[in-house]
Every structure is written in structure tokens, then in C-alpha cells.
């Protein structure tokens, strides 16, 4: 890869002196070539690739490990990704199967991602399925196809793996002195929970630090949850009784496990995975644009995302879709998604909420680094 540049510099510094030796397109082009492939080169057998197909996105990762002196273990470094909403799962909760529209946007998206696997020598990968495909009875018609005409195998994962993966990709934002996290991904087609107790004595990096002690998963995301209720345009009318709903759902978790209690008398940590709580910390911090960089890991109260709620509410529909951090593909959803989360903010009564833009990717890719994959 060096060698590559240094020839590109060289040639470039030439002409800038006035030697006039340019080079030509096809030069550029080879150079170009050379430096891809010492890079694919330099990263063979270290490379890690993750898909996760949702009932709203379609998403894939590919990484490499980066040991961190000052921690001793490993974490990612992102080499390459894509996110595109395809809303695979759009009216399952209707008819019970995929739509062709649903499916052709998927098989566009998964195309690009083919594209990009293609650039690199991948060590290890895993295409996952959750919620979309779980309800649909051609589901797995529609994954041989993809498997056909892509070479993509996509393997449908319960409920259960996918609340273990969305954790395991953000449990590396758990704080010191944590001694039970409550984490949750509101996705599509389902919300996912975990409640977990943190075994100290255990290293940072075990799997065996994070002791499992229950989890939930709601059948609604912040796709079907709209459908049931008319649809994007009812969402605000009809915004308590989702939050009723929801919150009904999570009862029985709170009374179990007496969360709520704990979280007054211990150092209990929230944690989300979910895009709707990403937006939310956009719009609070006003951002020009979303950026990944300023959100994943930040520590906000829930007043802060509780307010940046009350601010979409305010919008109309327009200026939602015109917001930089919302955008057109997401606005539909964003309402359904905010009432989720006040059911949840109501349902556990802390007052601050760890951010991840990660979930599902990062743990697979987590788990495959590991050789562990949870079941």
C-alpha cells in the first residue's frame, strides 16, 4: 500500500516541479487498482463481515480488530458499511407475507452490499434475519432467492439471539461501576429487552461478565406498531394509546425482576440500540447533519430525548421529512418509535440513557471474533 502511493506522490510531485510528467487516466487507474489490492492484501484474514436484515433496514458491516493499549482487549475498526431502509416489512402484520415492492427494494439494497463484500477478502461472516422474516410464510422463499441469485445466505434468528447480539455489540459502552444494565433495541418489526447483572469479577472482554437474568420481546416495532393504528398519519392522535400499550407489555418485566426499584438504589445503566433514540440525540443536540461520531456512546438524560419528542410533535409532517436528521425514509416511523420509548421511560423511571449507534452488526461481528456465537 505504501508502495503504491509513494509512486502516486512521486509522480504527482514531478509534475508540480514542472518536469510535466503527468500521469495519464490509465496510469491513475492502475495505481488505483494496486493500491485496492494491497489494501484488500494488508487486511486478508483479519476481516469480519455482518448483515442484519430487519423488518425496516437492511444493514451490513465489515471490520477488522484493533487491540487498544489502554484497555488490553480488542475493539472494531470499521473498514466498510451500508444502512438503507427497505422496509421488507411493510404490511406483514396484514397479510402475513412479504410484498414483491418490499422484496424488490431488499434485493437492491442486498445487491449493493454484495458489491461491497466483493471488494474484500472476508475471514468470517454472518447474514442474519429477524423480525420481517420470522412472521412471513415466504420468507425463506424469499431468502433461497436471495441465496440464488446473490450468493447470500441469510439465516432467520429467534427473538432471543437477536436481544443477546444487539446487547453484545453495545455492551462495550457499559460503565465501571454497573451493576445491572437495562438495554433495548426498538427495531421494525419488534422491541427487543435485556436485563443483565454484571459480574465484576469477570474480565471486560468475557462473555461471562454479562449474566443474563431475563429478557422480552414485544412483538411491536415502530413499523407495525403504526400499521395497527391507522398508519403514519394517525400516529400522533393515537400517541398515548401506543404509549398504554407498550407499557401494558412491559409490566410483568418490571414486576419480576423489580427494576424500577433498583434503578432508585443502584447504579443501574439504560442502554439503546435503536435508530428512533439515535434521531432523538440528533435533534436534541441540533446537529446540521446525523453523525455517527458525536452520538454513539453519549450519555443524555431522558428529559433531553423526552424534550427532542416534544419537538417532532410540534412539526408538521413536511418539516419532519425535510429535517437533515430525519429525512424522508424515516419520517413515517419516528412518532411510533417516540411513543415506544416514553412507554419505556415510564415503565423504568431512571433518568439517564446510554446512546449506541450499533446493535446487531457489532455483535455478530463481536461474537465471531470471540468464536462464540449466542444462542
Known amino acids: 500500500m505504501k508502495c503504491a502511493w509513494g509512486l502516486y506522490i512521486a509522480a504527482n510531485c514531478r509534475y508540480s516541479m514542472g518536469m510535466k510528467q503527468e500521469l495519464s487516466a490509465e496510469d491513475i487507474e492502475a495505481l488505483q487498482q494496486r493500491i485496492a489490492e494491497e489494501n484488500r492484501a494488508e487486511s486478508a484474514g483479519e476481516l469480519y463481515a455482518a448483515l442484519d436484515l430487519g423488518t425496516n433496514n437492511c444493514r451490513l458491516l465489515i471490520a477488522k480488530p484493533s487491540f487498544q493499549q489502554h484497555t488490553q482487549h480488542k475493539t472494531l475498526k470499521v473498514v466498510d458499511s451500508y444502512s438503507r431502509i427497505v422496509r421488507l416489512g411493510e404490511g406483514v402484520s396484514d397479510t402475513g407475507r412479504l410484498s414483491e415492492e418490499a422484496m424488490r427494494r431488499t ?27 420470522r412472521r412471513a410464510s415466504n420468507a425463506e422463499h424469499f431468502l433461497v432467492r436471495v441465496k440464488d441469485e446473490l450468493g447470500l445466505s441469510i439465516d ?33 418489526g419488534s422491541t427487543e429487552f435485556m436485563w443483565v447483572k454484571i459480574d465484576p469479577e469477570q ?34 392522535m393515537y400517541f398515548e394509546e401506543i404509549v398504554a400499550k407498550i407499557s401494558s407489555l412491559l409490566t410483568p418485566m418490571e414486576r419480576d425482576n423489580q427494576i424500577a426499584a433498583r434503578m432508585w438504589k443502584e447504579d443501574v445503566q439504560m442502554l439503546s440500540t435503536s435508530g428512533t433514540v439515535t434521531t432523538l440525540a440528533a435533534i436534541h443536540l441540533d446537529l446540521p447533519h446525523y453523525d455517527r461520531s458525536k452520538i454513539d456512546g453519549i450519555k443524555l438524560s431522558i428529559s433531553d430525548i423526552r424534550g427532542a419528542t416534544q419537538t417532532l410533535m410540534r412539526m408538521s409532517p413536511a418539516a419532519r421529512a425535510a ?22 421511560a415510564r415503565t423504568f423511571p431512571i433518568d439517564k440513557i446510554t446512546i449506541a449507534d450499533r446493535g446487531v452488526r457489532e455483535g455478530i461481528i463481536v461474537s465471531l471474533m470471540r468464536e462464540v456465537i449466542p444462542i
Request: glycine share 6%; aromatic share 8%; proline share 3%.
Open 107 to 133: 434485493m437492491r439494497a442486498l445487491a449493493t452490499c454484495k458489491q461491497k463484500l466483493d471488494r474484500y477478502n472476508i475471514a468470517k461472516l454472518r447474514f442474519v434475519a429477524t423480525e420481517a422474516c
Open 323 to 344: 429535517h437533515p436528521c430525519i429525512g424522508s425514509s424515516r419520517t413515517d416511523f419516528i412518532l411510533s418509535g417516540c411513543a415506544i420509548f416514553e412507554a419505556i
Open 156 to 188: 432467520i434468528i429467534s427473538n432471543e439471539e437477536e436481544a443477546r447480539l444487539a446487547f453484545l455489540g453495545c455492551s462495550s459502552l457499559l460503565m465501571k461501576d454497573t451493576s445491572h444494565a437495562l438495554a433495548f433495541d426498538i427495531g421494525g
Open 203 to 236: 474480565p471486560l472482554n468475557s462473555h461471562k461478565r454479562h449474566l443474563i437474568q431475563d429478557w422480552v420481546s414485544l412483538p411491536y416495532g415502530v413499523m407495525n406498531m403504526s400499521e395497527q393504528f391507522g398508519g403514519p398519519a394517525f400516529t400522533e
